[in-house]
C-alpha cells in the first residue's frame, strides 16, 4: 500500500494571485495546524500509518507537490508564466524558498 499525493499547508495565505487549495482554517484537519510544525506531524502521522499497515504492506508515501512553489513560468498553465499555482502553501519550501525544516520527516523514515 502507498499512500499518493499527500500535503499539507504550511500557512494559509498564497503567495501569488492564485487561491490556495488550502485557504481558510475551516479546511485544516483538527490538530494540524497550517505550520510548518502541523505540516510535520501530518506527514509523521501519515507515515507511521504506513509504516503500521500489517505484513510490511505499507510501502511509502508519494508528497504532493514538494517543489511547487511560486515561480514564475511554474503555475498551471505552463504557457502562462504567470499563471500561478494553488499549491504553494503545501510545498516543502517557505515564501523565502528555502527548505522547511518539515523536510526532516524525510530523514526519519
Known amino acids: 500500500m502507498f499512500v499518493t ?31 510548518v510544525a502541523g505540516q510535520t506531524k501530518w506527514m509523521n502521522d501519515i507515515a507511521s500509518i504506513v509504516e503500521a499497515v500489517p505484513n510490511g504492506r505499507g510501502l511509502g508515501v508519494f508528497y504532493w507537490e514538494a517543489t511547487w512553489t511560486a515561480v514564475g513560468g511554474n503555475g498551471w498553465d505552463p504557457t502562462d508564466a504567470a499563471s500561478g499555482n494553488g499549491w504553494e502553501n503545501q510545498a516543502l519550501f517557505g515564501y523565502d524558498d528555502r527548505a522547511l525544516s518539515s523536510m526532516s520527516w524525510f530523514s526519519h523514515r
Open 5 to 35: 499525493e499527500t500535503a499539507y499547508p504550511f500557512r494559509l495565505d498564497s503567495e501569488d494571485s492564485l487561491t490556495n487549495i488550502i485557504d481558510t482554517s475551516g479546511e485544516l484537519v483538527s490538530g494540524y495546524p497550517a505550520s
